[in-house]
């Protein structure tokens, strides 16, 4: 099975920066789409970034945070990263990795089936 450990969730102050990481355990494939999703007290989960493992496209981006925000992952493909740069205090959610195996090589943000347990960011 697929399992997903965020980490890096912490306090800053506004205009501040955090890199939120993403262990990948468990077999999981080039076709997999991996992804960042947050969720804010009273607010629906919202899509921020979506990566294709196994493509060289340009990832998803929400607009709420194009410019400020960056995907990636590394040379071993078995950490994700979220880049948050010039963060701000709608930023404040609980930030979720996620992963579903794409039949299709690309990415929709409602067909995520493994999540990890969440980092709390708080920006103030």
């Known amino acids: 099975d697929v399992q997903l450990v965020e980490s890096g969730g912490a306090s800053v102050q506004s205009g501040g920066s955090l890199k939120l990481s993403c262990k990948v355990s468990?077999?999981?494939?080039?076709?997999?789409?991996m992804g960042w999703f947050r969720q804010a007290p009273g607010k629906e989960r919202e899509g921020v970034a979506v990566?294709?493992?196994?493509?060289?496209?340009?990832?998803f981006v929400s607009e709420s945070v194009k410019g400020r925000f960056t995907i990636s992952q590394d040379i071993t493909k078995t950490k994700i990263y979220l880049q948050m740069n010039d963060l701000k205090p709608d930023d404040t959610a609980v930030y979720y990795c996620?992963?579903?195996?794409?039949?299709?090589?690309?990415?929709?943000?409602?067909?995520?089936?493994?999540w990890g347990q969440g980092t709390q960011v708080t920006v103030s």
């Open positions: 990566i294709y493992r196994a493509g060289d496209g340009q990832p």
């Open positions: 996620a992963a579903y195996r794409s039949r299709t090589g690309s990415c929709g943000l409602s067909q995520f089936n493994v």
């Open positions: 468990g077999y999981i494939s080039g076709s997999y789409c």
